[in-house]
């Protein structure tokens, strides 16, 4: 077991650009789930997938974002013509989605920076 | 709305016990979460209550009371590696999580 992974680590962009950030969920899990985080800040929700299907979004998402599991295994978040504002730490967590307590585990994060 | 209140930052002393309180209010409950995270590191799982009580792990424990919206996180034998923020979240009604924004634990030697 591998863990959550993430890529990349660390994206320095200009605004206007778009950029594409990777999830790889832990194997067997069928949740995924993407958080924006800011400093200070708790993890703030952005959508989650049970499988392929996106079941929710956060209606604090802009249109600039979408979010795909195309085959529910790795996941892909775009961000269209970034803003400053995006500038974040964007995290990824996996969970099993059975059971009494669905423990979410996360990935090390995808640290981003519009300049 | 739905609000988690926790103190921003907290100092305390290797070897000693500290306690970290969260009060919250949401659109239901379905159980309370404890994460650590370090510094730049991703959030990891310490402790779920979902009735009321204290639950032990280790150095770890943590408390819940529903009628009061009120959970703690203790943590004893403090050391310097415990230096981290520490995220309580809160299951609500559609089993979404919701976070409060973290205590920053400082521990001195």
């Known amino acids: 077991d591998t863990g959550v992974s993430q890529n990349p680590r660390h994206k320095i962009t200009k605004r206007g650009q778009n950029v594409t950030f990777r999830c790889d969920p832990i194997s067997e899990h069928n949740r995924l789930y993407w958080y924006r985080q800011t400093l200070g800040q708790g993890p703030e929700f952005l959508t989650y997938?049970?499988?392929?299907?996106?079941?929710?979004k956060s209606r604090l998402l802009s249109d600039r974002f979408s979010a795909e599991r195309p085959k529910g295994s790795f996941s892909t978040l775009e961000i269209q013509r970034t803003e400053q504002g995006d500038s974040a730490m964007y995290l990824c967590a996996s969970s099993l989605g059975e059971g009494e307590v669905d423990i979410q585990y996360f990935g090390a994060g995808t640290r981003l920076s519009v300049l | 709305g739905q609000n988690i209140d926790q103190p921003t930052e907290m100092t305390a002393t290797e070897g000693a016990i500290v306690q970290i309180n969260c009060t919250y209010q949401?659109?239901?409950?379905?159980?309370l979460f404890w994460y650590q995270q370090h510094a730049g590191e991703a959030p990891t799982f310490l402790s779920y209550?979902?009735l009321d009580g204290l639950e032990e792990k280790g150095r770890f424990s943590s408390f819940l009371s529903r009628s009061k919206g009120y959970s703690y996180l203790l943590l004893k034998e403090l050391q310097m590696k415990d230096s981290a923020s520490y995220l309580c979240?809160?299951?609500?009604?559609?089993?979404?999580?919701?976070w409060g924004a973290g205590t920053k634990l400082i521990i001195k030697p």
């Open positions: 979240a809160v299951w609500d009604s559609n089993y979404q999580l919701i």
């Open positions: 949401t659109s239901g409950f379905n159980g």
């Open positions: 209550n979902v």
């Open positions: 997938f049970q499988n392929e299907a996106q079941l929710e």
